[in-house]
Nanobody
Framework: VQLQASGGGLVQPGGSLRLSCAAS????????IGWYRQAPGKQRELVAT???????DYADSVKGRFTISTDKANNTVNLQMSNMKPEDTAVYYC?????????WGQGTLVTVSS
């Protein structure tokens, strides 16, 4: 399983950014796929995930601002981030679980700053 994240960059507070994660093969085979992030000096934390047969899950800190979605035609999972805050600054990682094994993408840096 290979996961390739893209879309990170610098955005001003209140702005928007869209992350994409391209998976090798069909994403329908993953039980769970989604995004985590790790800010400097902090532990990696869940941002948003989609679990097959259950639905979506969001961190409280991003509810109402971030939206996770999948594009099965292109085997990607996307994270639309809006009304961004400086505390959203982190390296964002794509994650997928297949056969109970977690897989990670390489991470993409998101910086929210004026």
């Amino acid at each position: 399983v290979q996961l390739q994240a893209s879309g990170g960059g610098l955005v001003q507070p209140g702005g928007s950014l869209r992350l994409s994660c391209a998976a090798s093969g069909t994403i329908s085979r993953f039980k769970t796929i989604g995004w985590y992030r790790q800010a400097p000096g902090k532990q990696r934390e869940l941002v948003a995930t989609i679990t097959r047969g259950i639905g979506t899950d969001y961190a409280d800190s991003v509810k109402g601002r971030f939206t996770i979605s999948t594009d099965k035609a292109n085997n990607t999972v996307n994270l639309q981030m809006s009304n961004m805050k400086p505390e959203d600054t982190a390296v964002y990682y794509c994650n997928a679980i297949f056969d109970r094994v977690p897989y990670w993408g390489q991470g993409t840096l998101v910086t929210v700053s004026s």
